[in-house]
């Protein structure tokens, strides 16, 4: 997991040939001004999930096979857990390869906290639980980059 703000985001631009698309995208359009929605960039390659959601104090863990993760806090306050995906063990259901996700009971081992221009890179190998809070909502993207 990598942890930065948006005006740090050219550092991590080369990590990936899809990066730099994205990052310029969330730069140069006011997103928090939309209500929740899929934006296409790029099809299943590259697209955004602008989305408005409410904060629990517990959320699952959570991982991906086929898309990077970059999230990005527009409002609110955020909590994160992380946990390297190779120690969960215990899965709540089987990787569901439709919807590119699999939960897992698993308790996180460290947290970052997001405020707004803040993001998180959410590889494979990160099993991350978002949306922790003391209630309220925030409003986030959810960029979804395929690995290549």
């Not at 857990?81 to 897992?104: H, M, N, S, T």
Request: net charge negative; with cysteine; glycine share 6%.
């Amino acid at each position: 997991m990598i942890h930065s703000t948006l005006e740090g985001s050219a550092r991590y631009e080369g990590l990936h040939p899809l990066f730099k698309e994205a990052f310029d995208y969330i730069k140069a359009h006011d997103l928090l001004a939309l209500e929740s929605q899929r934006i296409e960039l790029r099809g299943e390659d590259l697209f955004i999930n602008r989305m408005d959601a409410p904060l629990q104090i517990y959320q699952p863990l959570e991982a991906h096979e086929e898309h990077i993760d970059i999230q990005v806090l527009l409002k609110g306050r955020e909590r994160i857990g992380w946990l390297p995906r190779a120690l969960c063990q215990e899965p709540q259901a089987p990787y569901d390869k439709e919807k590119d996700v699999i939960f897992f009971e698993d308790t996180p081992a460290s947290y970052v906290d997001l405020v707004p221009g803040d993001f998180v890179i959410l590889y494979p190998e990160d099993a991350h639980a978002p949306l922790i809070g003391g209630g309220g909502a925030v409003s986030k993207l959810v960029v979804k980059i395929r690995l290549r």
